[in-house]
């Protein structure tokens, strides 16, 4: 059996690519042979469980942002359910996944396309949920900055009193 993200093989599995086609799907089944399918099958079943798990760390990590970054965070606080496409796509990508896998080798055009579509539109949806983080986490660390040094400022240098 050959390992599916083997990179002498010049296979990865599909949930990791952004794009394939009819002709590497066919490949890749036929060469990881029924046992890798059915470890692939295995596999799906893990990743259905990563998908709720991602999606409930990003949720979280989100709203905490959110609560800590002041007005910006109330202004955005639609920005939570930016996971919730992902998690669509991921698991549209893992069931049709799992009908590729099901029909091997009657395999058509139309089933690989859909799939391949679901997982650029995933890879999308996931690049923009880091982005909101990676932003928030930046404005969340500016803003404490400038905190430290508006106190600081006004330690060093007290208003007087008169």
Known sequence: MTEINNPSEGFTMLDLRS??????VMKLFGTIGTEGRLHYLYFLVADTIYIYAYFMLSWHVIIFLQRNIGKLGVLTAFLRFSAIPAILFDIFE???TL???LNFPEITDKMV???SVASMLKWYCVSGLVLIVISYTFYLLLRQLFWIL???TNIIQPTKNT
């Open 19 to 24: 794009s394939y086609d009819l002709n590497y």
């Open 99 to 101: 009908l590729l896998l």
């Open 94 to 96: 893992n069931i049709n």
């Open 113 to 115: 396309s859909r799939g």
């Open 150 to 152: 508006r106190n600081k």
